[in-house]
């Protein structure tokens, strides 16, 4: 864990909490994750190793990029703080997260009458370029929440 100091650090909406229990899988951090994951399922699924690790290290770096900035805080289980978690901790919840949301596309797609997925209707058919663009990847995750609304004023 780096940043040993003794800053109290308080948990915000676009933190991703560490560790195991329904606190941490209801924080609002946490539910986002696992909707910007469902986004990029289809494509982490078509993709090679090497192409995964980006994916999940742009997942990352979209969490960074949230404002106010998402961080991934684990618990110093000896002093009961939040801590930040090391970059190669953080990538690893962002590929559990992108493996989860495929288990999830993969048992909700053999369970549909042969209609695509919510992740991969979301994702549009579009498949993921490969290059390192974290706009590309923000896009695709916004993508998904820019819902067209069909009222019109009279």
């Known amino acids: 864990m780096h940043g040993m100091n003794n800053q109290l650090i308080v948990p915000n909406s676009n933190d991703i909490l560490l560790g195991r229990g329904g606190i941490n899988h209801t924080h609002p951090g946490n539910?986002?994750?696992?909707?910007m994951a469902g986004k990029l399922a289809v494509n982490y699924?078509?993709?090679?190793?090497?192409?995964?690790?980006?994916m999940?290290?742009?997942?990352?770096?979209?969490?960074?990029?949230?404002?106010p900035a998402g961080r991934f805080?684990?618990?110093n289980k000896p002093f009961s703080k939040w801590e930040?978690?090391?970059?190669?901790?953080a990538r690893s919840k962002a590929s559990q997260a992108l493996r989860d949301a495929v288990t999830e596309l993969t048992s909700t797609a053999g369970k549909r009458d042969?209609?695509?997925?919510?992740?991969a209707a979301s994702m549009g058919g579009d498949s993921f370029?490969?290059?390192?663009?974290t706009m590309g990847l923000n896009d695709r995750?916004?993508?998904?929440?820019?819902?067209?609304?069909?009222?019109?004023l009279s």
């Open 31 to 35: 539910v986002q994750l696992r909707s």
């Open 45 to 54: 699924n078509a993709a090679g190793k090497k192409l995964k690790t980006q």
């Open 56 to 67: 999940s290290r742009e997942l990352v770096q979209c969490v960074h990029t949230m404002w």
């Open 73 to 75: 805080l684990q618990k």
């Open 84 to 89: 930040v978690a090391q970059d190669d901790i």
């Open 114 to 119: 042969g209609s695509e997925s919510p992740a």
């Open 129 to 133: 370029s490969g290059q390192t663009n």
């Open 141 to 152: 995750m916004q993508g998904g929440n820019n819902q067209h609304n069909d009222t019109t």
